[in-house]
């Protein structure tokens, strides 16, 4: 799969250093042009119609989220990048696949970027086979279970069994807490939106956890999560004081143990 990109940054070296990164590890992608302002990269993108958008997020008194809404039904994907924390909510409340703090980690953008091929991926599967199945028709749902498509058929999760979903490629792998495995034809950022709001939190580009079966976080070199089972997830660094301010907002106090 080979991505069409282009760069929209106020700043040139930001937009070279990135462009050159991207020569040198991507071979996946062909950035096709560069912007240095909302104006000038939503005409680029009208122009040039590309499948990704790496985005600066603050470009002087306009933002890269502005952009974005111009386009109400974007035909490409977007990886905001930002030297700024508090956009990340903002970020993700947007359709962009993801969001990067500069100067920008080279595994986290190996993860954002296999993160837009899996959305462009599962767009194009969804394009080839758009009909319902019975399946869909006849399962219900409630708000206490996620419809899990498998590659068997589909399932019924409850919410509670789930110990975390990891990110595998153009699939995921849904573990429970009985220990059993079910790979689902789903990405992962389509279950961050559906369970949002049931306390799963995504500590990782490509790992979203239950916190009903968090234990204490573990500070080593870096945080881990500690989930029961002593299985231990990587808190990743970008996401790291989101996930503590949210356990502060929902009253909770874990100890960080060595």
Do not use: C, W
Request: proline fraction near 3%; charged fraction near 30%.
């Amino acid at each position: 799969m080979k991505l069409r990109a282009l760069i929209i940054d106020d700043e040139k070296p930001s937009r070279d250093n990135l462009q050159a990164i991207l020569q040198e590890y991507f071979k996946d992608i062909d950035v096709i042009g560069q912007a240095e302002n909302p104006d000038d990269g939503a005409n680029l993108i009208r122009n040039m119609q590309p499948d990704l958008v790496f985005l600066d997020v603050q470009m002087g008194t306009s933002t890269g989220l502005e952009l974005l809404n111009a386009f109400p039904e974007p035909t490409f994907e977007t990886i905001f990048i930002t030297a700024y924390d508090e956009y990340a909510v903002k970020a993700f409340r947007t359709k962009a696949a993801d969001y990067l703090l500069k100067p920008i980690d080279l595994d986290d953008l190996k993860d954002a970027i296999l993160n837009v091929m899996s959305i462009i991926k599962t767009k194009e599967l969804a394009n080839l086979n758009d009909q319902s199945t019975i399946d869909d028709i006849n399962i219900p749902t409630s708000q206490h279970f996620i419809k899990v498509h498998t590659q068997d058929g589909t399932e019924l999760i409850s919410h509670d069994d789930i110990l975390y979903i990891q990110s595998i490629n153009y699939y995921t792998n849904i573990v429970l807490n009985d220990g059993r495995e079910i790979i689902s034809t789903k990405i992962l950022k389509e279950y961050e939106g559906l369970l949002k709001d049931f306390n799963f939190f995504r500590i990782h580009n490509s790992y979203i956890i239950n916190l009903k079966y968090l234990k204490g976080v573990v500070a080593k070199e870096t945080y881990f999560a500690k989930l029961s089972n002593d299985i231990q997830i990587s808190i990743s660094r970008r996401r790291k004081d989101e996930f503590f301010k949210f356990l502060e907002k929902i009253k909770v106090n874990l100890p960080k143990s060595g």
